[in-house]
């Protein structure tokens, strides 16, 4: 049994012409998503900015209520639960979220952030507490005595080490990291995928890592997602993908990651134009009016289904490399 189970998973949010006047249109986030994470495996979703990336993952822990669709963790329907068994659930699952400067309370000392799941949860209380919170923040490679310290007070890198230490608070099994690393610096990026990757093999957690990095994506994960416009467009082994990606958007991004290696420096695929709007998606592929691959009738009128192109290898193209067409 996964750990993690969505099925056709859809978000969409009403556009309002005015303040007091009823939606006449949708803007589709995440289209009919579904995927699974087993116990203790990452999985990398990639894909550019408006893509719909953050929105599933907030969607799979319900920060974001989801229009259709199922989500189950460890056998259990969490969709389906009132907000109170909810409340009860989120040992469980987690979330670091991509702003270190944002996501901490500026007026709240580290311990209190920290142990703050702690109280809610009723986990530990005074010298327990104490001791529980000098631990996480070791396990985060930060000293104990922090703990008196205001999130002004740390730089960028130190903060996402406590947005760890409070996810890790209460030993969830999955956590969603929603671009832990986009807003530090390059070496800071590395000490903090190597952290989640070492807390992950102490103690089994389980990842949805979210990047427009394929580079730091490739580096923590086993299996890559891509998304285009509220759709996955492509899935594999990590290895796999970037080695061999059989759709164009991918193999456009992939394009795009720096090499220092001029051997195996990739031609560069320029797209053009922009991402069309998820208000007004295209007929057909979503990706079609910026694919060099696509061709009229039938990119333009029928909507290709993410099927098996090779073992393991999931791609949603007319056309992707691998399939018999």
């Given at each position: 049994?996964?750990l993690l ?11 309002k012409p ?6 006449t249109?949708?803007?589709?986030a ?33 920060l974001?209520e ?26 469980k ?6 702003d270190?400067y ?11 952030i920290v ?12 010298a ?16 104990p ?26 030993e969830?099994?999955?956590?969603v ?6 807003a ?12 989640l ?6 103690h089994g957690?389980a ?7 394929l580079?730091?994506v490739?580096n923590?994960?086993r299996?890559v997602m891509?998304?285009?416009l ?5 899935a594999?082994?990590?290895r796999?993908?970037l080695a061999?990606?059989s ?7 992939i ?13 560069r ?19 079609h009016?910026r ?9 333009s009128?029928e ?6 192109v ?16």
């Amino acid at each position: 049994m996964s750990l993690l189970d969505v099925r056709d998973l859809t978000v969409r949010y009403p556009v309002k012409p005015g303040l007091f006047r009823p939606a006449t249109r949708y803007l589709t986030a995440v289209n009919n998503v579904s995927f699974q994470i087993e116990p203790g495996e990452t999985l990398g979703l990639v894909g550019e900015s408006g893509c719909g990336k953050t929105t599933l993952g907030r969607a799979v822990l319900r920060l974001v209520e989801p229009e259709s669709g199922t989500v189950w963790f460890e056998g259990e329907e969490i969709t389906a639960l009132s907000r109170d068994a909810l409340r009860a659930r989120r040992r469980k699952f987690q979330m670091v979220f991509q702003d270190p400067y944002g996501s901490l309370n500026p007026r709240m000392p580290v311990e209190d952030i920290v142990g703050e799941a702690l109280d809610i949860h009723r986990l530990a209380r005074g010298a327990a507490r104490e001791k529980r919170v000098g631990e996480l923040l070791r396990a985060v490679g930060l000293d104990p005595s922090y703990a008196n310290r205001y999130p002004h007070e740390f730089s960028g890198g130190q903060r996402q080490r406590i947005g760890i230490a409070r996810a890790l608070a209460v030993e969830p099994k999955l956590i969603v990291c929603d671009e832990p690393v986009s807003a530090l610096d390059v070496s800071i990026q590395a000490q903090i995928v190597n952290l989640l990757k070492e807390l992950q093999q102490r103690h089994g957690i389980a990842y949805l890592f979210i990047a427009h990095d394929l580079a730091v994506v490739e580096n923590i994960s086993r299996r890559v997602m891509v998304m285009y416009l509220g759709r996955v467009v492509e899935a594999a082994e990590a290895r796999a993908l970037l080695a061999s990606p059989s759709h164009p958007y991918t193999q456009a991004l992939i394009s795009a990651v720096p090499s220092v290696d001029p051997v195996s420096r990739r031609q560069r695929i320029i797209l053009p134009g922009d991402a069309p709007s998820p208000v007004h998606p295209p007929g057909g592929c979503p990706f079609h009016p910026r694919c060099p691959k696509a061709q009229a009738p039938r990119c333009s009128g029928e909507l290709p289904e993410l099927r098996e192109v090779v073992a393991g290898h999931f791609a949603a193209c007319h056309f992707a490399e691998g399939q018999d067409h």
